[in-house]
Nanobody, 123 residues
Framework: QLQPVESGGDLVQPGGSLRLSCAVS????????IGWFRQAPGKEREGLTC????????SYLDSVKGRFSISKDNAKTTVYLQMNNLTLEDTGVYYC????????????????WGRGTQVTVSS
């Protein structure tokens, strides 16, 4: 079973940037997709973006389009979330999750989740 682990969360000022990492261990030769989700305080979890085994990217949340981008390093089996021009509304716990083959913004379809990394945007 594939197991993702997030890292890179931090405290950052508005307008700043962060890059989150999602390291995937396990049967990494399997065809899988990695999605990034976040949960802000008092809000439901929302899907941000996803990348599948072929490198095809999908962005789901309008408020992060143009600011957040997903990429992956196949050699390291790591997926990144580059976040630019961060705002106070981007504060939350960021999760990556794994599912077989195709992307989705439905968290319930993902099979394996990391424990999350905290991103706090504050002046």
């Amino acid at each position: 079973q594939l197991q993702p682990v997030e890292s890179g969360g931090d405290l950052v000022q508005p307008g700043g940037s962060l890059r989150l990492s999602c390291a995937v261990s396990g049967s990494t030769k399997a065809l899988y997709a990695i999605g990034w989700f976040r949960q802000a305080p008092g809000k439901e979890r929302e899907g941000l973006t996803c990348i599948n085994y072929a490198g095809s990217r999908t962005s789901y949340l309008d408020s992060v389009k143009g600011r957040f981008s997903i990429s992956k390093d196949n050699a390291k089996t790591t997926v990144y979330l580059q976040m630019n021009n961060l705002t106070l509304e981007d504060t939350g716990v960021y999760y990556c999750a794994v599912r077989r083959i195709t992307c989705s913004n439905a968290g319930s379809l993902f099979e394996s989740w990391g424990r999350g990394t905290q991103v706090t945007v504050s002046s």
